[in-house]
């Protein structure tokens, strides 16, 4: 008698992650799994918009290919044949998640979708962002398109130093010139303007919600990003409420000469002035590096928890 054996995989859901960082430093301020590899969905456009935005210009015409047109998932309904702005895919890539504008804006600043991949992987590298792999510009799931809450986090910090970049992605509407058609943000914090100034959305059944918000109050900045979390909009609400109650800007050195060694000093030409909580605080400490074989500066450093959370060169001068 024949016997079969059937074997059943069980896949255990993972669980949600996300991570909380300093605009201005990158500093992660809070988070849970903050560096867990994870799909991260459509929050891939955002190193998909700032690598289109630094390899192409905004007004290049894009035509666009019967490939583009074919991709899977979210679209802006691109014609093959058809000439759009590299600006106009990007509102259609950051405000609508078009998959089919991820894909030409590849081809036109790539010059193949892998040559694109290429240089998103390349970028990441340079930025130190080591849990992060790209195997396409849309997020469309793969077993290696990988990162973490705190490495999508970073990238949109990158990003928003880019003022292209910031402009398109904190746009609520973008009328299409081409169609007339109107095209409202899917960010819905940017829409209730709740201190929600920038971000991105994404979701695909294996990834789940994910959600990235970049967050101003007064001088305060954070960036917000959570994976696989179904409560995302709340939960971004509450993490950036709760560090702007608890965090404040703290100048832990101020500027000035600081004797380095017998005959040298260092210069701070403006205080060094960083986001910490009431126990962070007390415990920040600064220390200064310097070299026996560079003498022209060092690295100031401050110090938490044995780790630095800041550095700066500082010029040696004579004391």
Do not use: C
Not at 136 to 144: A, F, Q
Not at 151 to 174: C, P
């Amino acid at each position: 008698m024949l016997s079969i054996v059937v074997f059943f995989s069980v896949v255990q859901a993972a669980q949600a992650s996300y991570a909380v960082i300093d605009a201005d430093t990158g500093r992660l301020l809070e988070g849970s799994s903050p560096h867990d590899r994870m799909p991260i969905a459509s929050l891939t456009k955002i190193w998909t918009a700032l690598i289109a935005i630094e390899n192409s210009n905004l007004d290049d015409d894009v035509s666009i290919t019967q490939r583009a047109t074919l991709s899977e998932g979210s679209s802006i309904y691109l014609k093959a044949g058809e000439k759009v702005t590299v600006e106009t895919l990007l509102y259609g890539l950051m405000l609508r998640s078009g998959n089919d504008a991820a894909y030409a804006l590849a081809e036109h600043a790539g010059g193949s979708v892998d040559g694109f991949v290429d240089l998103m992987n390349e970028k990441a590298d340079l930025y130190g962002l080591n849990q992060t792999d790209f195997t396409n510009p849309s997020g469309l799931h793969n077993e290696i398109h990988l990162s973490s809450a705190y490495d999508t986090a970073q990238m949109l910090r990158i990003a928003l130093q880019n003022e292209n970049f910031k402009r398109i992605a904190s746009t609520i509407n973008y009328k299409n010139p081409s169609t007339g058609v109107t095209w409202q943000n899917k960010h819905r914090l940017i829409r209730e303007q709740v201190g929600a100034v920038a971000g991105k959305t994404g979701f695909t059944k294996v990834a789940g919600r994910t959600l990235a918000t970049y967050f101003e109050q007064g001088q305060k900045k954070v960036v917000v990003v959570t994976l696989n979390e179904s409560n995302d909009w709340q939960v971004h609400k509450e993490l950036a409420d709760k560090i702007f109650e608890n965090y404040e800007y703290v100048t832990v050195v101020d500027k000035g000469k600081y004797k380095a060694t017998e005959n040298k000093a260092v210069e701070l030409t403006k205080p060094i002035t960083l986001l910490l909580n009431e126990e962070e605080e007390k415990e920040v400490q600064n220390v200064l590096h310097l070299s026996r074989k560079q003498q022209e500066f060092g690295i100031w450093h401050v110090f938490l928890n044995n780790e630095s959370i800041f550095a700066q060169r500082v010029d040696v001068v004579k004391d």
